[in-house]
């Protein structure tokens, strides 16, 4: 597709059910990111793939929350028995292989709310 | 390590005045600075970033923004605001020439414009 997909783009989920979302980026781009929005937390920043390179996972909030990337392509990011804080949009990204400062493109996001 | 500084999370300007969100960062090496742009319920659009060059960068829709090293400042600009500016906008850093690549973003500012 022209642009980063994600899926689902809404999901409520009970808590302590575990949920899975879905990022598809944009062909080329051997570098993937997810990300987290939520009231009052900003922007932050949860893993980050390159290639075939050890993923730096330092923003995972917990180990209730793990990702992969399978075939250096789509990516899945797994939350575990989900807690109401957990609720915010998941962004998932992907910019060009090279340097920090290439442009990093956001898809839309999947809304989860955890009730 | 680096952070980014919004002042101002909310900014209301009249349509047609000026544009003028703040931007403050802080690095330990050289930064390469974006601002993103996020419409409702929509991912992130990149506006305009400084990697190297001019100091001076131009983006869409009009927007600029200005890299001050003395200041540590990015600031964002657009001479005459529309209705259509009104969004949500993210300064955001990453490091050069590092194998971090992720962005670390501000805490966003909320742009209104009234007619």
């Known amino acids: 597709g022209a642009g980063v997909s994600q899926s689902p783009s809404n999901k409520v989920t009970e808590k302590g059910k575990d949920v899975e979302l879905r990022c598809d980026p944009i062909?080329?781009?051997?570098?993937l990111y997810w990300y987290r929005q939520s009231l009052g937390q900003g922007l932050e920043f949860l893993i980050y793939?390159?290639?075939?390179?050890?993923?730096?996972k330092s923003g995972l909030p917990s180990d209730r929350f793990s990702a992969e990337r399978t075939g250096g392509s789509v990516s899945t990011l797994t939350i575990q028995r989900t807690q109401q804080e957990d609720s915010a949009v998941y962004l998932c990204?992907?910019?060009?292989?090279?340097?920090?400062?290439?442009?990093?493109?956001f898809g839309e996001g999947s809304w989860l709310t955890v009730v | 390590a680096q952070s980014v500084t919004q002042l101002g999370s909310h900014v209301s300007v009249s349509e047609g005045a000026l544009v003028l969100l703040r931007c403050n960062y802080s690095?330990?090496?050289?930064?390469?600075l974006f601002w993103y742009v996020q419409y409702p319920n929509q991912g992130l659009q990149l506006l305009l970033k400084?990697?190297?060059?001019?100091?001076l960068v131009k983006g869409i829709n009009g927007f600029e923004a200005e890299f001050k090293k003395s200041e540590t400042s990015f600031h964002l600009t657009k001479p005459s605001a529309h209705m259509s500016d009104a969004a949500e906008y993210f300064c955001?850093?990453?490091?050069?020439?590092?194998?971090?690549?992720?962005?670390?973003f501000g805490s966003g500012t909320r742009l209104q414009v009234q007619p």
């Open positions: 990204a992907s910019s060009l292989p090279g340097g920090s400062g290439n442009t990093i493109y």
């Open positions: 062909s080329g781009h051997t570098a």
């Open positions: 793939f390159q290639g075939n390179s050890a993923p730096d």
């Open positions: 690095s330990s090496v050289p930064p390469y």
């Open positions: 400084y990697t190297t060059g001019a100091t």
């Open positions: 955001a850093v990453t490091l050069r020439d590092t194998g971090r690549r992720a962005l670390t």
